[in-house]
């Protein structure tokens, strides 16, 4: 059975920084691509980012690009995502999410078959 488990959100100021971990069960962890996406009230779910499986290619939406990266550890399972710069508008509970081996892209949540159930980053002002 997979799980995923995501962990690191908070409280941070603007301009401040956080990590976020994914750690993945199941196995084959690294002959997948992971993502992170975020939702945050009134607004859609959103693609922030994703790497490939054995983390040399990322991917990243644009508003996130210069300030956040992936990285991931497969002999740990895990999937992070390091964030800084850290906007107000970053406020949403973020995602971790293994692509699915039929899915071509990163940036579409349809192609995603297992999700964690998220954790809560708020940036104040």
């Known amino acids: 059975q997979v799980q995923l488990v995501e962990s690191g959100g908070g409280l941070v100021q603007a301009g401040g920084s956080l990590r976020l971990s994914c750690v993945v069960s199941?196995?084959?962890?690294?002959?997948?691509?992971m993502g992170w996406f975020r939702h945050a009230l009134g607004k859609e779910r959103e693609f922030v980012g994703g790497i490939n499986t054995i983390g040399s290619q990322t991917y990243y939406a644009d508003f996130v690009k210069g300030r956040f990266t992936i990285n991931r550890d497969n002999d740990k399972n895990t999937v992070y995502l390091q964030m800084s710069m850290l906007k107000p508008e970053d406020t949403a509970v973020y995602y971790c999410?293994?692509?699915?081996?039929?899915?071509?892209?990163?940036?579409?949540?349809?192609?995603?078959?297992?999700w964690g159930m998220g954790t809560q980053v708020t940036v104040s002002s």
């Open positions: 999410a293994r692509k699915s081996l039929r899915s071509n892209t990163y940036y579409d949540y349809s192609g995603y078959d297992y």
């Open positions: 199941g196995p084959s962890f690294s002959v997948y691509g």
